[in-house]
């Protein structure tokens, strides 16, 4: 199989906003968010369905995925909610995506598709991080 994009991040070939890592995940800040903040949390292991992680590492990642929630709500807490999708279609490669959100609308926006602000996402990497 070859290397997804998010692999290439895991190994450091190209470069990420990351907030968390540990054994069996990475999280790293999305360079087209659907919201200000978007996390990106995804297995070490490429799978194309999260169904198909073992139990140890999907166990692990959705750890990270409850840690990076909270942090979510403790950088932004004047948001309402803290999104979760998990659908797959863009990398395949077993993800999690967060972000926070006040209304369903934010939820479902689209990425802008702009050039990514490399300082921003920085700057709010250092703030998310843990």
Same mark, same amino acid.
Request: with cysteine; charged share 25%; net charge negative.
């Given at each position: 199989?070859? /290397?997804? *994009?998010? $692999?290439? =991040? =895991? %190994?450091?070939? =190209?470069?990420?906003? %990351? ?5 069996? +995940? ?6 087209? !968010? *659907? &919201? !200000? ?5 995804? +297995?070490? &292991? ?5 169904? /198909? ?6 166990? +692990?990642?959705? &750890? $990270? ?5 909270? &942090?979510? @709500? ?6 309402? @909610?803290?999104?979760? *999708? ?7 490669? #077993? ?6 959100? /006040?209304?369903?609308?934010?939820? @479902? #926006?689209? !990425? #802008?598709? %702009?050039?990514? /602000?490399?300082?921003?996402?920085? #700057?709010?990497?250092?703030?998310? @991080?843990?």
């Amino acid at each position: 199989m070859e /290397d997804s *994009i998010f $692999t290439k =991040i =895991i %190994k450091g070939e =190209i470069p990420c906003h %990351k907030v968390h890592e540990d054994d069996h +995940s990475l999280a790293f800040l999305d360079i087209n !968010p *659907i &919201q !200000p903040g978007m996390v990106l949390v995804v +297995s070490k &292991q490429q799978v194309d369905h999260l169904w /198909d992680l073992p139990t140890d590492a999907y166990d +692990s990642l959705m &750890q $990270t995925v409850y840690k990076v929630g909270n &942090q979510l @709500r403790k950088t932004f807490p004047d948001k309402k @909610r803290v999104a979760v *999708i998990v659908e797959g279609f863009e990398v395949a490669h #077993a993800h999690v995506k967060l972000f926070p959100v /006040d209304n369903e609308q934010q939820v @479902r #926006a689209l !990425p #802008a598709h %702009k050039e990514p /602000d490399h300082v921003l996402l920085a #700057a709010m990497a250092d703030k998310l @991080r843990f």
